[in-house]
């Protein structure tokens, strides 16, 4: 059983899509992630949610949007895609609140390729 | 704030070789530390964490850090590498808000 899975694995979209990642977790976790990791490897965290709330919200273009329908899923819509949007995007969860806290626990990413 | 520095973008080593991959973390309190590696087009995999008691920490696959308060350091060592070792390398901190913050990662790469 996959404990973080994001859907695609891969999105080749042209500028100014609209495209949207999806991404759920099975660990029981109260707090979820999007990381986005540059072509220079380096992880930046976007968002954060703790049961459903937002949690921290770093600079981010407000062309990119979270939703959280509920505490297992988080996804990420982004609009009006631009050249610069390639990466690849991670979803992680982890616990923090009751009970032991854990490490973060990341899905296999969704490398994104705006042309 | 939290920040991680990784001093070595890249470390090159013989199979069989010893290992240390350097971090240096920022943190005001006691912060939770993790070692995490990336295999080309894949997931990041946990391969040790400290979140207190003792300083030495053992992960998985022969893996080890040690966490040295005053010099800020959680440095990853093993004993000897094999040829699978060779991946990308990231250590993290997470403080108060326990989001982990991330290095910009160690390539390591392992002669025959």
């Known amino acids: 059983d996959t404990a973080v899975s994001q859907t695609p694995k891969y999105l080749v979209t042209q500028m100014g899509n609209d495209k949207s990642i999806k991404c759920e977790q099975n660990l029981g976790h109260d707090t979820m992630y999007w990381y986005k990791q540059d072509s220079k490897k380096f992880l930046k965290i976007m968002f954060s949610?703790?049961?459903?709330?937002?949690?921290i919200n770093e600079t981010v273009p407000n062309r990119f949007s979270p939703k959280s329908p509920d505490k297992a899923h988080l996804n990420l819509h982004i609009n009006s895609l631009e050249l610069g949007d390639s990466a690849v995007y991670f979803c992680a969860s982890s616990q923090v609140g009751k009970g032991a806290r854990t490490e973060a626990f990341f899905g296999q990413g969704t490398r994104l390729t705006v042309v | 704030a939290q920040s991680v520095t990784q001093p070595d973008i890249h470390i090159t080593v013989s199979e069989g070789a010893s290992l240390e991959l350097r971090c240096n973390y920022s943190?005001?309190?006691?912060?939770?530390l993790f070692w995490y590696v990336q295999s080309p087009g894949q997931g990041l995999q946990l391969l040790l964490k400290?979140?207190?008691?003792?300083?030495l920490v053992q992960g998985i696959k022969g893996f080890e850090a040690e966490f040295k308060r005053s010099q800020s350091s959680f440095n990853l060592r093993k004993p000897s590498v094999h040829w699978s070792d060779a991946a990308e390398y990231f250590c993290a901190v997470a403080g108060g808000s326990y989001i982990p913050t991330f290095g910009r990662g160690t390539s390591l790469i392992v002669h025959p």
């Open positions: 949610y703790n049961n459903k709330e937002l949690i």
């Open positions: 943190y005001g309190a006691t912060p939770y």
């Open positions: 400290y979140f207190s008691g003792d300083t």
